[in-house]
């Protein structure tokens, strides 16, 4: 069984041991290996990028890795942060295509992270079926996590169906980034003051799954936060702040995997521009291990600590873009 997990693992310890470093190698590795094809397929599909962007650098590279890792985990919106901080630092837009190739970190490090709890789940869920044990625990949890990816699979390809240039919708400009941080620092402190957290990691359900995906279906709404509305899900739900991080986590890997694989389908056709292969590669490696670092962090963070200091940093940064804004600072684009 996987029992009440939520945090307890010893590698939640932030020392680094032999352990982790071998996992951090292991990371990027793996990142290397998806990234480094991707500039060869993508010239050999076009010929010519199609939009303008500025060329990142390697140390740019790593720095906005260390934006993509840091905040896709966190409930506060890597879209958000990554449109702002290269804008606010003077180094222009990096691109769609150079940031959706360094996301790629980030799957490889939540799947690396979860990898022991995902063979528990699967290999529990193919024993339940054979044996007709439909009650047990990894069961459930499969069952969740597949019926909670629906809505925001869904709602997903409606709106590509019939919003397809959602890239460049007014739903993406820093104003409405802004509103929508705003808006979850708000719902996030409500789901903090009258959330009982009383329920544990071993009291999950398939129902617990299609609650939070509905709420993951949000973070379609750039500024939301994927991770912001199932933890903002969770708590509403009356989990306990670690529990509801780490099954947000899990339920959130089949989302993430699939939105990777259409952001990568979508570069093979566009091309990658200028991006240079050293900073892509910079970039998801940087990703990756920051990523896990996160993730690390957030679940030992929750288990003695509250998520106001999440809520108080969304309100300021949605205040402060939409100040920037009507001051001339930031171009609401």
Known sequence: MLGDRSGGKSKLDMGLSQR??????????VSVLLALPLKALSQSAVATPTTTTSQVNVFQAIVLGFVQGATEFLPISSTAHLKVVPVALGWGDPGVAFTAVIQLGSIAAVLWYFWGDLKNITMGSIAAIATKEYDAQEFKLAL???????PIVFFGLLIKIFIPDFDNSPLRSLGAIAIASIVMSILLGIAETIGTRKR???KLGTQDGILMGLGQALALI?????SGSTLTAGLFMGLERATAARFS???GIPAIT?????ELKGILSEGLGDAGILPLIAGVISAGIFSYLAIAWLLKFLQTQSTWVFIWYRLIF????LAAI????LQNS
């Open 318 to 321: 949605g205040v402060a873009i």
């Open 20 to 29: 982790q470093w071998h996992r951090f190698l292991g990371i990027g590795i």
């Open 326 to 329: 009507f001051t001339g600072l």
């Open 200 to 202: 544990k990691f071993d």
């Open 249 to 251: 986590f899990l339920l």
């Open 144 to 150: 969740g996590i597949a019926f909670g990816t629906i």
């Open 258 to 262: 699939l939105a990777g694989l259409v």
């Open 222 to 226: 750039p500024g939301v936060s994927r």
